[in-house]
């Protein structure tokens, strides 16, 4: 039955590898020169040394110019969050749909194997396949991205999209991708209306999940700091995901959603907005520490290989009734 | 002797129509039996629900005494060849039969290597680039190779042209004479099937209008010739099943319990394929011309 499995799937396979070749060639190089001018810059010693907030000023021109050179590419690296969807659209949705549409459910369900057998044979070489690509892809594109996240080009890991294309998702992505595709194949048996139900299930389940469930993971923390006095924001972590700001007045009223105000103490007359706001007015923010990124990872991956295990068990279940 | 097909009351229901109804028939071993019946009568329903591939609604299907549906213990007795043939397109046909070997714990490869080369079927050529015929070999190798107690075939010649049809069934013929394989075989025509089997069952509108040995129906059919019938009961006949009248003469296609001895009909013996068509012809519906909104 592994033979079996081997021999229908080996070229889809092979396009998964051929695929994740193509990324290798533009991810490798790009990766390798940005950790070249990363260290030629010497922005190691620039952030490691100071653990300050405020660079000197050498150090602030080589993380500008750092990040002129490659921040552009963040915007190549938005692509990598859909390769999950693909995986599942082309490994996933055809497994059993093909069979069916083409017919050959009625030579390969009829022989001496049962269909659950034959079921656990193809979802898990198909699993497996999936699983050391969006690996490979994961570490991939984690190591690949490190040296623009360091250099603070792109802005906190916990951010859309940014989070999405690193650690331990992508994997969990895919595993789920792929499980949605086989259980819309079983659901409608053609490879089309399957990969059509993959594409808005993967997007139905991982947008909302992305903008609404995902800022709650973990009680955000909050911050608040007054609109005179204070110089800037107190930031004590670089890497934080602001998810609300404003000002409020003493009663804690918002006044001026998504603003910042900051006056200069003692400057006198209606300077700025602290005149329109009152000096009893204060800061403030709603945010995810950055150091959440290891757990918001882990808790996101368990629920989309919790919904992956639940896929696959209504398919088995279904699959048996499929007639 | 335990049939080895048998199906009591069996229904199979597609939303609200019944593709197969009240559907009893007991089919004995060693039998080759013709499955007839216009295009959806219900035959392929029949043979799914016979291989396991669907799961009745109502009723009973046995095979071997057991019911099949995905049912491996089963399933390793029967060979079936689905409708229009389907094969994995682009496996070679030494691929597939390597697949079979590795899908079924009996597996007789070099039986499905000799039949395939005897029939000059190039090994290393993808089976979806092969014609029709040699496809339908391909198929019935792999299912032969199994050493099926039971062999199912769904439509087998129905894409093959006259001649590759003689084939196909010739070489079929030549392989489980001497097995003892109980065969059923669909098609919708029967002078397909007519020169091969020795047991006929005939489905029409989704349900069995006739089933028996092919002697059997032969000998309890009859047309009978004679003066003008008004449907008085004829001494030794069961059932009318078609009458065509001329002023002074009626034809009659009967079937017989008994000798027919009354002098006034003029007793002739039925081709099976009059005696199909009666049957056939009894079942047509007349729905669809109130659902296309035109009067008869």
Known sequence: MIWMAWRQHRKQLLFTVLGLAALAAFVVPTGVAMRKSFADKGLDGCLSSASQRYPDSACVAALDSFSNEFGGLAIVGVLFVVLPLLVGLFLGAPLVAREVEHGTHRLVWTQGVSRRHWAFVKFGLVGAAALCAATVYGLGVSWWIAPLHDAGSIGSRLSPLLFDMQGVVPIAYTLFAVALGIFAGILWPKVLPAMAATLAGFVAVRIPLAVLARPRYIAARERTYPVIGAESAPDPDPDSWLLASGVRDASGRMVAPHAEIVCVPNSGGPAGGCADVGIDAYNWQLYQPGSRFWPFQWIESGIFVALTVLLLYLAIRRLRRLT | MDPVLETDQLGKRYGRTWALRDCSLRLPAGRVAALVGPNGAGKTTLLHLAVGLL??????????????????????????????????????????????????????????????????????????????????????????????????????????????????????????????????????????????????????????????????????????????????????????????????????????????????????????????????????????????????
């Open chain 2, 55 to 296: 799961r009745p609604d109502a009723g009973t299907v046995r095979v071997f005494g057991a019911s099949p549906y995905d049912n491996i213990r089963t399933l390793a007795d029967v060979g079936f060849v689905a409708q229009d043939t389907p094969l994995y397109r682009d496996f070679t046909p030494v691929e597939l039969i390597t697949m079979g070997g590795k899908l079924n714990r009996r597996w007789d490869a070099a039986l499905a290597r000799h039949r395939l080369a005897d029939l000059g079927i190039p090994p290393d050529r993808p089976v979806g680039k092969l014609s029709g015929g040699q496809r339908a070999q391909v198929a019935l190798a792999l299912a032969l190779a199994k050493q099926p107690r039971l062999l199912l075939l769904d439509e087998p010649v129905a894409s093959l042209d006259p001649l590759a049809r003689r084939e196909f069934l010739q070489s079929l013929m030549g392989s489980v004479a001497d097995a003892g394989t109980t065969v059923l075989l669909s098609s919708h025509l029967l002078a397909d099937l007519e020169r091969v089997c020795d047991y006929l069952v005939v489905l029409n509108a989704a349900q069995v209008r006739l089933s028996g040995a092919v002697d059997d129906v032969a000998a309890s059919h009859r047309q009978l010739v004679g003066p003008r019938h008004n449907g008085e009961p004829i001494a030794g006949v069961a059932e009318v099943l078609r009458a065509s009248h001329t002023d002074r003469q009626s034809t009659l296609l009967v079937r017989t319990h008994g000798p027919i001895t009354d002098p006034m009909w003029t007793v002739h013996e039925v081709t099976l394929e009059d005696l199909i068509l009666a049957y056939l012809a009894d079942g047509h519906a007349q729905t669809s011309h109130a659902a296309w909104g035109v009067l008869t």
